[in-house]
């Protein structure tokens, strides 16, 4: 009876230690003759970690970039390539990368064989942050093109103003490109040259990052601005195929007419009846609004129109100016420019963004800035004052998916971090 527990005990103990011991080593038994069993262990394969889908152990890397004038022949021949291996970069034919676009100041690098010659095998180029050019010296494809993995993380970011946007977003630690995105998305709603120090904002998206670098910015969630004591959500919702952003509503925030014709400038001068003029020195009407902005600024037009007029005026009073008629009501014009842009003539069509000219200070100007009139029926009215109507809204029919939408933003823009 004794034995027979001891028996039980022993087979018992041997499966705990199998088990147990199966936590530490894997093992299969390879026979060694009649009745005997002989135990190895397994070697599991260890990771292979890869740069620009090389593995990093087979070579020895260096790393440098690209220096003024510098071109990809020239890094090339420092090396002892094999016969013939530049040649066949260069007449290779590939027109995924033109030998000559690398740029100063990028980085690069080279990969060489482990062994006593020390041959170099590649030659990666980062183009940019995320895409790359590998060039090889002996393989059947010379140069192929790749990118590196990107990582997607959802940020928040929120503010007040209290000098500007941009200054807003980099006090808060966050990306000042979004500043530019705000921009676009409240173009036709809020006039970003007119801040107060009271607005603030709240906007949720994602970043995008190369292992610890910003690369760009992702989808927009959804945002929130207040100017002036004016609440503005900005809802995005895809209809007919197209992702746009209505405000609380379901009204499109986009409008037929943008804001204004100039991204992050100043009213330096207003619409008035009675002016001193900074020139003459008598008042006289000024039926338009002056931006302020450095000589160069690009500039918009604010809506779909017809240029009807595009002149060179240096010695008359509104200098350079484009004019354009939008529809049977709206017309506006853009003075004192240094400039038109590529295509701007008379007759010709522009979209609403579309850079028409570029801030000057030709004609009677004391110094650069844009001259901006807006006619309704003819007569001039006050561009800061002008309420343009809407695209279409939300579709009756897409108003519950809408909802669902705005319900699930709200509370995102809500969420204390």
Known sequence: MIRKHWKIITVVSVLILTIAGSCFYTYH????????????SIQVPREVIQLYGLPVDSFDIQFDEVRPNQMLLSILS???????AIARLVGSGNPAFDLRKIRAGNKYALFFNNDSLHTLRYLVYEHTPIDYVLFAMADSMPIRMGQKEV?????????SIRSSLWNAMVEGGANPVMANELSEIYAWTIDFFGLQPADSFCVVYDEQYVDTL???LGQIYGAYFR???TEYYAIPFEQDSIVSFYDLEGQSLRKAFLKAPLRFSRVSSHFSNSRMHPVLKIRRPHHG?????????????IGDGK????????????GNFVKIKHNGVYSTAYLHLKGFAKGIQTGAHVKQGDVIGYVGATGLATGAHLDFRFYMNGKPIDPLKVEAPPVEPVHEANRAAFDSVKTRVIQLLQTVN
Request: charged share 15%; aromatic share 6%.
């Open 29 to 40: 038994f390879i026979p060694r003759g009649r009745g005997a069993m002989v135990a190895d």
């Open 78 to 84: 420092e090396y002892n390539l094999p016969e013939g």
């Open 151 to 159: 990582t997607t993380i959802q940020r928040r970011a929120t503010g």
């Open 214 to 216: 910003a690369v760009g």
């Open 227 to 229: 100017n002036g004591g």
């Open 289 to 301: 609004v002056d931006y302020a902005a450095p000589a160069g600024t690009p500039v918009q037009s």
């Open 307 to 318: 240029v009807i007029e595009a002149s060179h005026g240096y010695n008359r009073g509104g």
